[in-house]
């Protein structure tokens, strides 16, 4: 069968041989990956995830997939798809049929609005995402995103005046339901911060991935430790420059608080830092409980988590020593598809996960 069709599990070499020829460029060439299996590894993170491939005699050359997930969109509960890997195998030519593809996904997701991420400086993917057609989606920019990659021997900057007063620890199961009331009442002020009754509603985290900063009895900030490499893994697939001098010299650097960097097409061993919410965004909140994290973490454990440039944590994590890439958001308008209004989110007012991205 030509055309597009809904995958299975037995597309997924197909679709991984596609992420796997999309390498970012630059002096770390780091690929972005969902060994050993992408099919399933998209169903991990949503139960209502879809995927889609189009395939030319039986073979898959270009796919997507629309994860949906409930967010909080203007402090109410709406269905969000993120629209993520959108590609076609490297070299294929001729007409695809991306209409039908985005009808027949958008109209199994049935979400309130959709997104994507597209990485700073892919301007051929941009140009053609932001192109108004009279058939099609297209992207509007919504904001700018950072991800950034710590050591856990980086430092997050002076420590609070109220340092004595500030006391952490690791979450326990007892503490799921103030977990989850925290960042729900937290999460909810911004758009696209997941929306939850429990933390399985997520994915595979728990309350002891968690931890908590408390001041004088009362949580101020949350945030957990969240070990994702089952579903994605960053691999570095090689290093050229001063990045290749630097990994001859990986126990100087690990000194300094930089990442010690993976040989050439090995995984990182990477733990995202997720679901970081403090009371009035505060960032001595913010500093105390991330220099307290990074006590936590085996010292070749490479820390990867992310915001986007208009939120208040922006400003701590810039700080950090480490290394970063960018990317943007986007709304992706379906109005020529199912005719709903766009939302048209407001950049100064988002919470997206990194660690769901």
């Known amino acids: 069968m030509n055309g597009f069709e809904f995958a299975s599990s037995s597309d997924a070499p197909g679709i991984l041989k596609i992420m796997e020829e999309d390498i970012a460029p630059g002096g770390l060439s780091l690929l972005y ?19 889609g491939v189009i395939k030319k005699d ?27 890997n959108m590609k076609r195998i490297p070299g294929s030519e001729g007409y ?42 297209y992207a509007v920019r919504i904001t700018g995103y950072r991800t950034f990659i710590f050591s856990p ?3 997050a900057g002076k420590r609070t005046r109220d340092r004595d007063r500030l006391v952490f620890r690791r979450g326990v199961p ?5 977990i989850v009331s925290f960042l729900n009442d937290h999460g909810r002020k911004r758009d696209m911060f997941p929306a939850f009754d429990k933390l399985s509603d997520i994915g595979d985290i728990k309350a002891d991935d968690f931890f908590l900063l408390a001041k004088e009895g009362k949580t101020v900030t949350v945030g957990a430790l969240w070990n994702r490499q089952n579903v994605k893994q960053y691999v570095l697939k090689k290093c050229s420059g001063i990045y290749s001098l630097l990994r001859r010299l990986n126990f100087l650097i690990s000194r300094l608080g930089y990442i010690t960097l993976p040989g050439d097409d090995e995984a990182a061993d990477c733990v995202f830092i997720a679901f ?68 048209h989110f407001d950049p100064g007012n988002l919470e997206v996960e990194c660690a769901l991205l």
């Open 33 to 51: 990956t969902r060994r050993s299996d992408p099919y399933a590894s998209f169903l991990e993170e949503s139960k209502e995830s879809c995927v």
């Open 58 to 84: 039986g073979i898959v050359i270009a796919t997507i997939a629309a994860i949906v997930r409930n967010m909080y969109i203007c402090g109410s509960k709406k269905r969000v798809c993120y629209v993520t």
């Open 96 to 137: 695809l049929n991306w209409h039908e593809m985005f009808s027949r996904m958008c109209e199994r997701a049935g979400a309130d609005a959709y997104f994507c991420s597209l990485l700073t400086g892919n301007d051929d993917v941009m140009s053609m995402l932001h192109k108004k057609r009279k058939y099609m989606p």
């Open 174 to 178: 007892e503490d799921e339901e103030d």
């Open 276 to 343: 970081l919410l403090a009371e009035n965004d505060d960032e001595g909140y913010y500093r105390e409980f991330l220099n307290a994290l990074f006590k936590e973490v085996p010292e070749r454990t490479v820390l990867v988590t992310g915001t986007d440039t208009g939120n208040p944590k922006y400003p701590v994590l810039d700080k950090i020593r480490g290394i970063s890439f960018t990317s943007e958001l986007n709304e992706v308008i379906m109005t020529n598809i199912d005719g709903r209004e766009p939302y």
């Open 153 to 155: 021997k980086a430092g």
